[in-house]
């Protein structure tokens, strides 16, 4: 008999032997030259039990060290915020827990309800005009960005600032590169931010898009009225990355003429998870909106006038120009965008104005004790949200392996992709941080210098 769950049995082996008109594997693969043929045994280990595989898989995870055994200054694109309890009980429900593209709207009216929620939440806090029904992460929406320039402006050129976040350079470089021959070029960075006047001089006609990150990876808040400016001074789209959490108090890229407003919605109710999965989220303009990469929820009645929901705007991209199509985001990161969703209706406006203001005053604590100490000094003299950047005596890497025997993730070792900087580390700090871990963070440094 064959088992369902249990492929590669010797009875399936027979039968599909069988179904060739082979006697064995030997037959089967007998026009392949014996002289490249593996002879040996594969360099893997013997097959477990289910109980044996259970307990080496456990062995495994606790290797690893979680954000329950230790005290994380780490943020770099992944952060650890509080997560009201009503978040992980609404999305771990069956229908929504397992639901994908709710293509049949007659059946799919909580999902897609739930989406058009997040749409309308992110717009709200981006101060843009439409959003998609989320993206895989912060990332790849800041690459789907690039190719939406590209394709509205027909500009293959776009400005990249070296204050994003390094992975989104590098997955924005194999968008481009495998894509549409976009040109990617880098902008310098200056004093923590982007340098205006070195973008000023590389923007010109044929500028498809300036994308630049605000908060940006070094934390600090980048000057978007005067490279809005410089971005439209030759018809190329401003893009913007932004933390979503940081809306809460900062005022929307919107509200500067971004084109674009993309991020990941991992700080809005979605636990680190060791780097992902996350959600991106994508916003523009209503000029942009039949452009958008990915699918969009919109709200309509009934043939009795009741409110209902479907997904909108159909004819586009993946649909009907195929190999055409500028995107290949053909799904959603459905359950994330969910918990990102729950997360903004349970905190609320003033909610998240509370948790935004406390990531600001907790960091800058942070800075003001840690910059006291002989030999540490800020990187940047720039307004921050929950990251900041110290210069040290010594590697960061030293500091971060002295303090993971203390219990604390000492931030991110800035020489890994800005060696120019030298000694440097990116310290985060939410509302999750209490003032006696901050003080126990600054004396375990004092005792490291």
Request: net charge negative; aromatic share 8%.
């Amino acid at each position: 008999m064959t088992f369902r769950y249990l492929p590669m049995t010797d009875a399936d082996r027979q039968a599909m032997l069988q179904a060739l008109g082979c006697g064995s594997v030997d037959e089967l693969f007998a026009d392949i030259p014996e002289s490249v043929r593996f002879n040996g045994e594969l360099n893997i280990p013997e097959g477990m039990s289910e109980l044996e595989l259970s307990r080496h898989m456990q062995r495994l995870a606790n290797e690893n060290k979680n954000l329950q055994q230790v005290v994380s200054f780490l943020g770099a694109g992944t952060y650890e915020h509080y997560i009201p309890s009503v978040v992980g009980h609404v999305i771990g429900r069956s229908e929504f827990f397992t639901a994908y593209t709710p293509y049949q709207p007659e059946i799919s009216q909580g999902e897609l309800q739930a989406i058009f929620e997040f749409q309308s939440m992110i717009c709200e806090l981006t101060g843009m005009d439409v959003a998609n029904s989320s993206m895989y992460d912060g990332p790849t929406a800041l690459a789907e960005a690039a190719t939406l320039a590209a394709a509205a402006s027909r500009k293959q050129k776009v400005l990249v600032s070296r204050a994003v976040h390094p992975e989104a350079r590098d997955i924005l470089r194999t968008y481009a590169r495998g894509g549409q021959g976009i040109e990617v070029v880098e902008v310098a960075a200056d004093a923590g931010v982007t340098d205006v006047e070195k973008l000023a001089e590389l923007a010109d006609t044929d500028t498809a898009a300036v994308i630049v990150q605000s908060p940006n990876f070094f934390g600090n808040l980048e000057d978007l009225a005067a490279i809005e400016k410089i971005a439209h001074r030759h018809k190329g789209l401003f893009v913007v990355s932004t933390n979503p959490l940081s809306l809460g108090i900062v005022q929307p890229p919107g509200a500067f003429g971004a084109d674009i407003v993309v991020g990941d919605a991992q700080p809005l109710g979605i636990p680190t998870q060791f780097g992902g999965p996350h959600c991106g989220f994508f916003a523009t303009t209503k000029k942009l909106m039949r452009r958008i990469p990915g699918r969009i929820v919109g709200q309509t009645v009934d043939e009795e006038g009741t409110r209902g929901f479907v997904l909108t705007l159909q004819a586009r991209e993946q649909h009907i120009r195929r190999e055409k199509a500028t995107s290949n985001i053909c799904s959603n990161q459905a359950l994330n965008a969910l918990a990102a969703g729950v997360y903004m209706s349970a905190m609320g406006k003033q909610g998240l104005t509370d948790v935004a203001q406390q990531n600001v005053q907790k960091a800058h604590y942070a800075q003001r004790q840690l910059r006291k100490l002989p030999g540490v000094e800020p990187l940047f003299d720039a307004p921050f949200f929950n990251e900041f950047a110290l210069r040290l005596p010594r590697p960061a890497s030293e500091l971060q392996a002295a303090l993971l025997e203390k219990g604390m993730l000492a931030g991110y070792d800035l020489s890994r992709d800005y060696p120019e900087l030298g000694n440097a580390v990116l310290l985060a700090v939410t509302e999750m941080r209490t003032r006696t871990e901050i003080d126990q963070l600054v004396q375990a440094v004092e005792g490291w210098l």
